[in-house]
């Protein structure tokens, strides 16, 4: 059975910084570019980075660019995101995500996700 588990949410403050985690089972991980998303109440989900294959390459939106690193351990099964300097707009679920032999880039339009995690919660309080 193919999962994806994330980890690591909970509630900060801004400018606190916070690193979720999200390990795969069921999958030839290596096969898969990875990346997270986040939603927010009332609003669309939004992508907010992913890695290639071996993790050589990252892509991120603006929004985020500079504060969050996504990182893969393809030994571990497992992809980081890293935030850092967290702002209240930063508040959302995020949810891991999985697109077999993608391009990093090309995860950002969310068209032909493999696979989703269920999520794990983020506040980042005032």
């Known amino acids: 059975q193919v999962q994806l588990v994330e980890s690591g949410g909970g509630l900060v403050q801004t400018g606190e910084s916070l690193r979720l985690s999200c390990k795969a089972s069921?999958?030839?991980?290596?096969?898969?570019?990875m990346g997270w998303f986040r939603q927010a109440p009332g609003k669309e989900r939004e992508f907010v980075g992913s890695t290639s294959l071996s993790g050589e390459t990252t892509h991120y939106p603006d929004s985020v660019k500079g504060r969050f690193a996504v990182s893969r351990d393809n030994a571990k099964n497992t992809v980081y995101l890293q935030m850092n300097s967290l702002k209240s707009e930063d508040t959302a679920v995020y949810y891991c995500?999985?697109?077999?032999?993608?391009?990093?880039?090309?995860?950002?339009?969310?068209?032909?996700?493999?696979?989703w995690g269920q999520g794990t919660s983020v506040t980042v309080s005032t």
């Open positions: 995500a999985a697109q077999w032999r993608g391009n990093a880039r090309r995860m950002a339009a969310m068209s032909d996700i493999t696979y």
């Open positions: 069921g999958i030839t991980f290596s096969h898969y570019v």
